[in-house]
């Protein structure tokens, strides 16, 4: 079993900056591939990030490179998002999830975390 919490959501202006965090838990959470997804409202989830623990892998979807960074800090058990340029469109509900593969398919994660609200607003 591995246990996800997520931080850092609120209201941001587009433009601005937030850093969401996911706090991992659970004896073997260290083999996952760690994600980051989210949801607007009536939309479906969407992938946005991914990484290994070690971080020698990373992944992200093409509306956010060059604008979020992931990172990892497995002596913290936790995972990061950097959300730097935030645009109106980032506004969604965002979830840590944990998967056995370098998926980028909300199916692929067997593990989610609570969700954390991202506002940006115009």
């Known amino acids: 079993q591995v246990q996800l919490v997520e931080s850092g959501g609120g209201l941001v202006q587009a433009g601005g900056s937030l850093r969401l965090s996911c706090a991992a838990s659970g004896r073997t959470f260290s083999r996952y591939v760690m994600g980051w997804f989210r949801q607007a409202p009536g939309k479906e989830r969407e992938f946005v990030a991914r990484?290994?623990?070690?971080?020698?892998?990373?992944g992200y979807a093409d509306s956010v490179k060059g604008r979020f960074t992931i990172s990892s800090d497995i002596a913290k058990n936790t995972v990061y998002l950097q959300m730097n340029s935030l645009k109106v469109d980032d506004t969604a509900v965002y979830y840590c999830?944990?998967?056995?593969?370098?998926?980028?398919?909300?199916?692929?994660?067997?593990?989610w975390g609570q969700g954390t609200q991202v506002t940006v607003s115009s």
């Open positions: 990484i290994t623990w070690s971080g020698s892998s990373t």
């Open positions: 999830a944990a998967a056995q593969v370098m998926g980028v398919k909300a199916p692929e994660y067997g593990y």
